[in-house]
């Protein structure tokens, strides 16, 4: 069953201890397609400008994506630069040029209203509700936000919650929007206003998901070289619910294979600048990679 | 089979958001002793001074842990007294009186020399080679060390490591005694000095474990109320190695169980102040949280 997604398709610049890429492709719904595209059909819904051309379409191109709700207008793309720090653990913004992003409306085609799987990328949380209003009958709806819209539109934010099956977020930020230092409280809080799994991304330390079932705990994958993290909590989310929408049911074992997929996919996205790594990887290379983390994670009972 | 730990026995004054606790029992060697306890004979090497008395030893009694090594000398007990923040990740050392620590050469009593499992707690690694020439021929060597170790005597240290079986160390120890930042190059470079197992301990992020079979990656339990993390490390440490000192064999399945076996232990060192929680604990609730773990990382093949 396919996937629609919302969010940005965007130009990045980042500099990592390791190098420097210049206006390469980024953007969480980029990353989130071509990852959710190894699973399950995507349709998409982004805005980008007339900078943006079929050299940079290329990277969709030859996947199961959609690109009809993809809007191309005058302006320029959505551009951000980042700078790294030597351990790549912090980063700093150097410039977010919104350009065409800033006037984003999504509006879905007629042939999208009808999709089963809904996520809503980082973008405000209005506009999130306004695509809800579009889609007739999403069986799953899950959703991304940041401190940005915690902080400065929370009876918006609440709104949309209310109507999100699945979120994602970082640690920081689920303490942030249920002001619980405390994982585990800050979980109940936020699932409290809506979503019945909470998926809580902490980058290197892996992923804790709450849902009805109780609590699951996932590691990263222990990379010896970790080259560009950019991308990586978009990607995870791809992965993650590319699989749940290519799954006949969404019960507790699904849901936890979905994390292991997500962070199978976010392994290989962080190898490479940009998409580069995500868009030579093969099926089996991600079946391979989800049999290591069984390995990483195995142990027998007493 | 009995193990040996040498380390300390202390005063500990302890402030968390959640109340003060003052001059309660701390100390390395008297966490680990009692975790290790539970799964097998204890040979304790500590120094107290002659305001530590049958009281204090009560938390010892009834228990199989000797204290034939535990030497009572003229002048005061360790005292540390510390401070957490908020949110209980950072914590600010008020005063470290070394008191009868600071003259702490261990003597091993005559019956302890036989030992086959012995655990270096965290102190000077000259008087750690000097335990090992006190033992006669242990099965297993395992040590802790820290930062003051690492910077101030590196020399002695690398002469320790090149005769330890087991290393366990937090992430940043990690990083500063390898020179690396990724976790993985860190691992590799510890390990080529000597211990071929490598535990790297990461507070509420959980345990990598690295060792001729690969790497293992265990969460923290995610608690609810985490009281004080004091002695959360060692505690660990006694659970990990007294479940392998009481295993038939070493092998990676049985190091693994010990991983979760010290994570359960060091779960329940911090519902409480001091040993308070250790010391209440029965084994039936150590074997439940264990399966706790089991729920909590377990998914299904793909």
Known sequence: MSILVVGSVAYDTVETPFGKAERVLGGSASFFSVAASFFTPVRLVAVVGEDFGEAQLAAFRGRPIDLDGLERTTGKTFHWQGKY?????HRDTVCTDLNVFEFFKPRLPQSYRDVEHVFLGNIDPELQLDVLQQVERPRLVACDTMNFWIGGKPEALR?????????????AEARELSGEWNIVKA???????????????????????????????????PLEDVFDPTGAGDTFAGGFLGYLASSADGGEATLRKAVIMGSALASFCVEAFSLDRLLRLTRPEIDERFRLFKKLTHFEGI
């Open 85 to 89: 720090s030597y351990d790549l653990n």
């Open 187 to 221: 979980a109940r809080a936020i699932r409290a206003l809506g979503p019945r799994t909470l998926v809580i991304k902490k980058g290197e330390h892996g992923v804790l998901m709450f849902s009805d079932a109780g609590s699951f705990a996932a590691p990263a994958y």
């Open 159 to 171: 709104r949309t919650l209310s109507r999100v099956d699945v979120l994602l977020v970082n640690d």
